[in-house]
């Protein structure tokens, strides 16, 4: 999530469970780099169930290899070392949700029904089943899991095998993201992915075997991708028909490996101009196949196999951060977790939120979050009348659509999405 300013934070380890807000303490103002008693009264209502809806992000943060273009709080057991071993961890992760739920009840709300969980990473699946089944199970006795809930993990193709995927079902799961990336071998090792993407049919087809509802997340723009390569990709995605399809350009992160390659001339830049082409070819092909895009990277077939809790974020809802760097966001504040495993682990069996710093976004902040979000969704946005002179200029310029556009709204046209950064600073 995005950051307006950070205030002072604890030392990274962990934070008391208590809550109450002292005397001198301003409202909306976290106390100890946590959520305040005062904050989640004034926006739910102390002891009743509140606002939005609500969801669960379990972070595990472990991975075989870390492959060179991602920049994303993972580690090798090679980083890790002892004190945070990744058989320990799903004990430790239980120990932080048991927190959470005594950190919410002691905050005045006394109950959130959890319409969605996402099992992210790293690589979740490096754990066992039993593992992820025991996080999973331990999110449904401190809140309750809502009937039709929506539960996630990503997986990468080579973690798991048929197995593995109908005892993630059985434990509740009900969707599954898988890191494809790319079709083309060469380009899996530009990326140092390691998977072979032959395995890809084998295990979309174990996840239908056991009922999980598929999704596939692909990357675009690797350095020296061809769009023949990336066309290729897409054709192979097509063939599986999954449910639901993610395609993210390649963005080269500073301090990763990549970017000291591309640096020092081993590998190129990727090109603004080559990666749009490719998102144009990928938006005709999936629309072409039936896939609707829903957000600028996200394409389901039906409505119903839209990424429940991924939206959840891009509307700003409630969801709690489990796992080192985890973010949450409840009742307007929002909060994030020491970052590093071992300093995590220490802190939560010690009894104390890993709570690392904390920010409440003034009004203003909000307002331009509130646009830079919603704007990357199908349905539009709603820019209300002291925006609403500069929509048709957007829509003279074929960035966003004419008919929302004259009931106030702001849909993105295709070439809006290619270009959602300028849509963004015209109307903040």
């Not at 005594?102 to 066992?128: D, H, K």
């Not at 003034?362 to 646009?371: L, V, Y």
């Not at 929509?391 to 004259?406: I, M, T």
Request: hydrophobic share 45%; proline share 7%; net charge negative.
């Amino acid at each position: 999530m995005t950051a307006s300013s950070r205030p002072s934070v604890p030392a990274p380890g962990g934070v008391p469970l208590t809550l109450g807000e002292p005397p001198t303490a301003a409202p909306g103002v976290a106390v100890n780099g946590f959520l305040p008693q005062r904050l989640a009264r004034e926006e739910a209502g102390a002891g009743t169930e509140c606002g939005p809806d609500f969801g669960v992000y379990l972070h595990v943060p472990f991975c075989t290899v870390r492959c060179g273009y991602c920049d994303f709080n993972t580690y090798t057991a090679a980083e890790l070392g002892t004190g945070a071993n990744r058989s320990d961890y799903a004990a430790t992760a239980v120990g932080e949700i048991a927190l959470a739920q005594e950190a919410l009840r002691s905050a005045g709300i006394a109950r959130r029904e959890v319409r969605t969980v996402f099992v992210g990473g790293g690589t979740p699946t490096l754990l066992p089943p039993g593992d992820l089944a025991a996080m999973l199970d331990a999110v449904d006795d401190a809140w309750g899991l809502a009937a039709d809930a929506e539960v996630t993990t990503e997986a990468n193709p080579d973690s798991v095998d048929a197995a593995d995927l109908a005892a993630l079902a059985a434990a509740g799961f009900t969707r599954v993201s898988f890191g494809m990336q790319s079709a083309v071998p060469e380009v899996l090792a530009t990326l140092e992915r390691t998977h072979d993407p032959e395995r890809i049919p084998a295990v979309v087809g174990w996840a239908r075997d056991a009922g999980l509802s598929v999704s596939l997340d692909l990357i675009y723009g690797a350095p020296g991708e061809t769009l023949a390569q990336w066309q290729r990709s897409l054709e192979a995605v097509l063939a599986l028909a999954p449910d639901h399809v993610s395609a993210y350009a390649l963005v080269v992160e500073q301090g990763t490996k990549m970017a000291a390659q591309v640096r020092r001339g081993e590998l190129p830049m990727p090109d603004p101009d080559d990666e749009a082409d490719k998102y144009e070819l990928a938006a005709t092909m999936l629309a072409e196949a039936g896939y609707d895009w829903y957000e600028i990277s996200n394409f389901a077939r039906t409505a119903a196999d839209r990424c429940r809790h991924n939206i959840a974020y891009w509307r700003s809802d409630d969801w709690w951060g489990i796992g080192p760097g985890a973010h949450s966001h409840v009742a307007g504040q929002r909060w994030w977790n020491v970052k590093h495993p071992r300093p995590y682990a220490a802190a939560v069996a010690a009894g104390n939120l890993p709570v690392d710093g904390s920010e409440v976004l003034s009004g203003e902040d909000r307002e331009t979050e509130r646009i830079l979000l919603g704007i990357r969704l199908a349905e539009g946005l709603d820019v209300g009348a002291t925006l609403a002179d500069r929509l048709p200029q957007l829509v003279d310029e074929g960035l966003l659509e004419a008919e929302p556009a004259q009931q106030g709204r702001a849909v993105l046209t295709l070439r809006g999405r290619l270009l959602a950064d300028t849509v963004v600073r015209r109307l903040t």
